[in-house]
């Protein structure tokens, strides 16, 4: 190949493995991590080797769509034998700190009774002892905080378990995410490098920058009966490229799902990164990362869930991202992992955490967290933030998936940043019961019929009324509708006419042109512009 410099093709995927499965950020955290290959990935594994034509049939059926089967045809039971083996093997710390959370579940249960819990730390598992404070709330509900960034550092975190899947991309279609590992095939190369390695910005790079084949290999250790293979995800031809935003005003544009770019001349802001890929023919016009600037000057990430939080998206962006705004949590309760310890341990540089109602500001940008409720199926998680972003006079607010319950706590935060010019909502409002994320992460059984009542929803047309009603937005649109096809693989959502979301939000939609306000629900791409200096 000599001194030929070479361009990563468009569509490679750079896709990020945790133990084979698809990373995402309860598998990074050692705690969740933990109940996830337990209470999930083996769980799984187990089901499919159990009876791996009920996993085929149940692929099949679109009411399973998202559900705990493996879509592999039911043809794949010696290599889950073999992951299986592996998983129990690498994980072995993994699985007893599983063992030991429940322990001591069990063990707060019996002997926490409102006494002091200084006694009981002799009975704290041993591998648990010192990662973990006893106590107890004002009800004397016993309960632990775990020390997650002493946890990061101990054998229960495993950036051996950590891999990078290289492949192309020609369609939407993939198996939902959290229920069907990457096994090996044909067209897909391992790289077993952990998420933190230098290497991954260097091949991102070469999307727009070209560079030496030869170099990445040797950078990303790609062995030479690897070479073939690898070197079909480069061409020499270059792809379009940016053009660096130069109007005087603010531009948004919708890159599908909650991600959202404004970019004024000077700065710019991306929010909830979930993007597709360019170089192959899609049913639905999208922007690609090759509709991003060469510098992000802010992340933000709104919360802690896989279709809003995206490593696929996220890691390969990593080498140009200046700051990533995360909402903060320090609450050490195992369904609320930290995210800036997620970011750091994955590479990320200048990760801010912000609380809620703190400002950041820069140029004539304020960005503002504002309290977000709900979607967390009542569960105590506090990383999750609603961002007021105003350019001057002009503002935006994203509501993301925060549902209303209250109106109040609106009309006290109306106090404060007043009206705002346009409304970005979520209006998933059927979502997934609380077992669909969270069930790994319990230590007993929850009845049915109390799952199903705490679910995973976003806003419906009553609480997105009541937020125009005290916001009174000139625009609204509802977004984070996980309806894109790149979503699928995700979201596993797919919506018709007659799905309640879809019915709420026309309704919201309707009720906002009745009252003279620009309303719509996003889907592929949008581009607005936004004068800020009036
Ligand atoms: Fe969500």
Redesign the pocket.
């Known amino acids: 190949m000599g001194n030929r410099t070479f361009f990563l093709k468009p569509n490679v995927v750079i896709e990020p493995l945790i133990d084979r499965w698809y990373a995402w950020s309860h598998l990074v955290s050692p705690a969740t991590a933990a109940m996830n290959i337990v209470g999930r990935h083996l769980k799984i594994m187990n089901s499919y080797l159990q009876a791996p034509q009920i996993h085929a049939a149940a692929i099949k059926n679109p009411k399973m769509l998202g559900g705990p089967f493996m879509d592999y045809n039911g043809s794949k039971v010696e290599d889950i034998k073999r992951l299986k083996e592996d998983t129990i093997k690498n994980r072995v710390k993994s699985i007893e700190l599983h063992s030991a959370i429940v322990e001591l579940d069990k063990m707060l249960k019996t002997y926490a009774k409102g006494y002091s819990l200084e006694p009981l730390y002799e009975r704290v598992p041993n591998i648990l002892k010192g990662y973990v404070e006893l106590v107890y709330d004002l009800n004397n509900n016993p309960s632990y905080r775990l020390f997650e960034s002493l946890l990061y550092k101990s054998e229960f975190y495993n950036e051996s378990s950590q891999s990078i899947a290289l492949w192309v991309t020609n369609n939407d279609s993939r198996p939902f995410c959290l229920s069907t590992p990457r096994l090996n095939s044909p067209e897909v190369l391992h790289l077993n490098i952990p998420f933190n390695h230098k290497g991954i910005d260097d091949l991102s790079r070469m999307k727009r920058n070209p560079d030496s084949i030869d170099r990445l290999a040797n950078i990303l250790g790609v062995s030479s009966d690897e070479r073939t293979l690898f070197d079909t995800f480069f061409t020499e031809e270059q792809s379009p490229s940016y053009r660096k935003y130069e109007g005087e005003k603010a531009r948004m544009r919708y890159f599908g799902h909650a991600c959202i770019l404004i970019e004024t001349k000077d700065v710019n802001v991306l929010l909830d990164p979930v993007i597709s890929y360019y170089g192959y023919e899609s049913t639905v016009s999208h922007f690609s990362d090759f509709d991003l600037p060469n510098i992000i000057d802010y992340v933000i990430i ?2 802690n ?1 896989q ?2 939080i995206l490593f696929e998206t996220l890691l390969p962006l990593r080498h140009k991202i200046k700051n990533i705004v995360v909402p903060i949590t320090t609450s050490g309760a195992l369904q609320d992992p930290n995210l800036k310890l997620v970011f750091k341990n994955m590479g990320f540089q200048n990760v801010i955490e912000m609380d809620e109602m703190e400002e950041i500001k820069f140029d004539n940008i304020t960005i503002t967290a504002i309290p977000f409720t709900g ?2 199926s009542d569960l105590n998680v506090k990383a ?1 933030a609603c961002f007021h972003i105003s350019i001057k006079e002009f503002s935006f607010l994203f509501v ?2 925060s549902r209303v319950m209250e109106p109040m706590l609106y009309t006290h935060i109306h106090k404060i940043i007043g009206n705002i010019d346009v409304l970005f909502l ?1 209006m ?1 409002c059927d ?1 997934a019961p609380l077992s669909w994320l969270y069930g790994p992460l319990l230590t007993e059984d929850l009845a049915r019929d109390k799952d199903q009542s705490r679910r ?1 929803s ?1 806003s419906d047309f009553t609480g997105g009324m009541n937020l125009i009603e005290i916001f009174k937005p000139k625009e609204v649109y509802v977004y ?1 509708m996980g309806q894109e096809p790149w979503l699928e693989f995700i979201s596993s959502i797919k919506y018709t006419e007659e799905s309640n979301p879809i019915i709420q939000s026309n309704r919201l939609i309707q009720e906002c042109h009745k009252r003279n306000i620009l309303a719509e629900r996003l889907f592929g791409e949008k581009e607005l512009f936004y004068n800020y200096n009036n």
Do not use: C, S
């Open positions: 709104t919360h869930h279709d809003h979607e967390h999750k993301a998936d979520g998933e979502g995973l976003g984070a």
